[in-house]
């Protein structure tokens, strides 16, 4: 194309500079919640020992009301909204612009909040393979009327890395487990709390004791099509959600406000870790000054 509008974005090829912009970038994370992006920039620009305090981080798509995008020196923080659909459009349109700015051996990273299956609330789940709801691992995409079915394999080293991390930080439990991945919050994913209930709680019980029995850890909307499109585009990518309850005890989540926002926490932490170690960093009470690499 003679010109790449990315509309969603806000950004295209004739109207910015993509290079000047972007052409640094080695990691991207992105995650479902503006304001969580937004916060997990400023918690990166402190990691990373920039200059200032990070609060006034400015969003580089803010002529869109679809998605924000923050950077913190070589580390971009991008919402997604919720769901597939949502993910996907995102993700199209980042690619391209990772393409346009001509970077290289990106690292790009989904976190975020999940339902856990069989394990405690508040542990962090690195993902190893995203599965759909018949527990395949499998992205179904119709194009031009036809199912193509892609793979949702992730990267193993990466989530290893992630893993030896994770043993910095013992204030958590982190394993690795399947995904699964679904196309709603409620009966889509076994609920009985929804509007609708078409199930009784014996055959939701049923379906997520089967669940776990395939290895699957954990419930979120958006690592299928994340992993397919990622993969299909040879991105080394990571899904590493943290649980807000376990599934196999009820449907609401019922913590408060505070312990929330610390379960939150817990996936940035563990990907400030890994891109520390990326960079070089020394632990965080001697970590070097980088804005002059970065500003």
Known sequence: ??????????????????????????????????????????????????????????????????????????????????????????????????????CRDVTIIRIGTSGGLGIKAGSVVITDTAVDSSFQPRFEQVVLGDVVVRSTELDKDLAEELLACSREIPDFPTLIGHTMCTYDFYEGQGRLDGALCSFSSEKKLEYLRRAYDAGVRNIEMESTAFAALCGLCGLKAAVVCVTLLDRLEGDQIRASHEVLWEYQQRPQRLIAALIRKRLGLGPRSSRKEISLLWA
Not at 46 to 73: H, N, P, Q, T, W
Not at 89 to 97: A, G, Q
């Open 1 to 102: 194309m003679e010109e790449d509008i990315l509309y969603h974005l806000d950004l295209g090829t004739k109207t910015h500079n993509l290079p000047a912009m972007f052409g640094d970038i080695k990691f991207v994370c992105v995650g479902g919640s503006p304001n969580r992006m937004r916060a997990f920039a400023q918690f990166m620009h402190r990691e990373l020992g920039l200059a200032g305090d990070g609060e006034d981080v400015a969003d580089i798509c803010a002529g869109s009301d679809r998605y924000a995008m923050y950077r913190a020196g070589p580390v971009l923080s991008i919402s997604h909204g919720m769901g597939i659909p949502s993910i996907s459009i995102m993700l199209h349109e980042l690619i391209k612009l990772l393409h346009h700015a001509k």
